[in-house]
Protein backbone atom coordinates (compact mmCIF):
# COMPACT_ATOMS: atom_id res chain seq x y z
CA UNK A 1 0.00 0.00 0.00
CA UNK A 2 3.01 2.30 0.14
CA UNK A 3 3.52 2.53 -3.34
CA UNK A 4 -0.28 3.54 -3.99
CA UNK A 5 0.37 6.25 -1.05
CA UNK A 6 -3.00 4.97 1.12
CA UNK A 7 -3.10 6.08 3.84
CA UNK A 8 -2.24 4.45 7.17
CA UNK A 9 -6.14 4.63 8.69
CA UNK A 10 -6.84 2.54 5.46
CA UNK A 11 -4.41 0.89 5.16
CA UNK A 12 -3.89 -0.85 8.14
CA UNK A 13 -7.88 -2.14 8.78
CA UNK A 14 -7.28 -3.65 5.01
CA UNK A 15 -4.65 -5.65 5.79
CA UNK A 16 -6.64 -6.75 8.72
CA UNK A 17 -9.66 -8.03 6.69
CA UNK A 18 -7.57 -9.59 4.37
CA UNK A 19 -5.74 -11.90 7.13
CA UNK A 20 -8.78 -12.75 8.79
CA UNK A 21 -11.38 -13.05 5.78
CA UNK A 22 -12.15 -16.63 6.11
CA UNK A 23 -11.71 -17.96 8.56
CA UNK A 24 -15.50 -18.31 10.29
CA UNK A 25 -16.47 -19.26 7.08
CA UNK A 26 -14.07 -22.12 7.37
CA UNK A 27 -15.78 -23.24 10.38
CA UNK A 28 -19.11 -22.61 9.31
CA UNK A 29 -18.20 -25.38 6.20
CA UNK A 30 -16.49 -27.50 7.96
CA UNK A 31 -19.09 -27.78 10.80
CA UNK A 32 -22.08 -28.32 7.77
CA UNK A 33 -19.89 -30.34 5.98
CA UNK A 34 -18.50 -32.80 8.23
CA UNK A 35 -20.32 -32.38 11.75
CA UNK A 36 -19.55 -30.77 14.71
CA UNK A 37 -17.25 -33.83 15.77
CA UNK A 38 -15.24 -34.20 13.13
CA UNK A 39 -11.77 -33.71 12.52
CA UNK A 40 -12.33 -30.90 10.17
CA UNK A 41 -14.50 -28.88 12.42
CA UNK A 42 -11.64 -29.32 15.28
CA UNK A 43 -8.85 -28.57 12.33
CA UNK A 44 -10.76 -25.46 11.72
CA UNK A 45 -11.24 -24.03 15.77
CA UNK A 46 -7.77 -24.66 16.19
CA UNK A 47 -6.99 -22.20 13.02
CA UNK A 48 -9.05 -19.39 14.31
CA UNK A 49 -7.11 -19.92 18.13
CA UNK A 50 -4.27 -19.54 15.92
CA UNK A 51 -5.48 -16.47 14.37
CA UNK A 52 -5.49 -14.52 17.21
CA UNK A 53 -1.62 -14.08 17.94
CA UNK A 54 -1.53 -13.83 14.02
CA UNK A 55 -4.24 -11.30 13.83
CA UNK A 56 -1.94 -9.62 16.91
CA UNK A 57 1.53 -9.49 15.00
CA UNK A 58 0.11 -8.06 12.01
CA UNK A 59 -1.62 -4.97 14.32
CA UNK A 60 2.15 -4.76 15.56
CA UNK A 61 3.91 -4.42 12.21
CA UNK A 62 1.12 -2.19 10.83
CA UNK A 63 1.98 0.16 14.13
CA UNK A 64 5.90 -0.36 13.24
CA UNK A 65 5.44 0.80 9.62
CA UNK A 66 3.01 3.64 10.12
CA UNK A 67 5.93 6.30 9.18
CA UNK A 68 5.44 3.93 5.50
CA UNK A 69 1.96 5.20 4.87
CA UNK A 70 1.86 9.02 6.45
CA UNK A 71 1.39 11.02 2.77
CA UNK A 72 -0.55 14.20 1.86
CA UNK A 73 -3.03 12.76 -0.80
CA UNK A 74 -3.07 15.88 -2.21
CA UNK A 75 0.60 17.02 -2.55
CA UNK A 76 2.00 13.37 -2.83
CA UNK A 77 4.27 14.00 -0.36
CA UNK A 78 4.77 12.74 3.19
CA UNK A 79 3.87 14.94 6.14
CA UNK A 80 5.91 13.36 8.68
Not at 2 to 10: E, M, R, S
Not at 16 to 32: D, M, P, Q, R, Y
Not at 61 to 77: P, Q
Request: aromatic share 10%.
Amino acid sequence: MHFFKVQHNIASPGALIGASNFFELAVATAIALYGPSSGAALATVVGVLVEVPVMLSVCRVCNLTKSWFEFDISKGVKTA
